[in-house]
């Protein structure tokens, strides 16, 4: 994980890493109001499948971050320092790796920056284990929804309990597998329930994988429904970035920004 950051500016991982939870005992925090829980993964693993506490837990925070580098100028908006003020901190990832850097710069800018400081953070905590364990802990999915993105031949896998209730279904003959309302993320290009990345597309803008149904995937394949460029990841849509040298120039005019502060 590299955040870009180098010398001193660099969190010391051995000395700030946040507090680790079993997934039992971080089950339990999610539950607690006045918490909020942070997300470091990339937005397209956050868009498949993450936690949802209930309503008078914890608040769920996506960095909506294409690659980890956005996680410090993230950290450092005003508005991110809102949402944490007073609250106790949440981390999680995959497999607990990204959360290390993460609460340790988080742990960082509390030790030594005034206006982080004073935000007066009740704890910072990541799960032990990340995601992959949680799922051992709760096979049937615990406070999680959808599917945990993987950077393997899988790609994503459910827990392990919704998963073979998943294969009982394929055999049965339901192609369908999981029902639309467990599905959290949306084809890009006719907007249906989808939660599968297949394929080599990545999104023509920022270049994170394309989350494409098998249809319009084989249509596309096929020649009958060509995927242009104006089909694009969830992100660009919403930023309206429509170019790469549009989203360049705006991640060279946030790092300098950074930089300079």
Known sequence: VNYGLAGSRAPPI???????????????KMCEKDTVIIDVRNHYEANIGRFNPPKEGAQMIDPKMRKSTEFPMWLDKPETKEMLRGKQVLMYCTGGVRCEMASALLKQKIDNEE????????????????VDKYFKDFPTGGLWKGKNY?????????????????RTKKILGDEKGNAADEILGKCEACLKPWDMYRGKRRCPTCGVPSLICRECFEADKAGTKKLGKEVRCD?????????KRELREREEREMKEYEDK
Do not use: M, W
């Open 14 to 28: 051995s000395k700030h890493g946040g507090t680790h939870l079993e997934p039992s005992d971080y089950h339990k």
């Open 115 to 130: 206006d982080t400081k004073a935000l007066n953070i009740k704890g910072v905590y990541q799960l032990q284990g990340g």
């Open 150 to 166: 993987t950077f393997d031949k899988r790609f994503a896998h459910a827990p392990p309990q919704l998963e073979a209730v998943e």
């Open 235 to 243: 992100l660009c849509v919403e930023e309206s970035v429509r170019n």
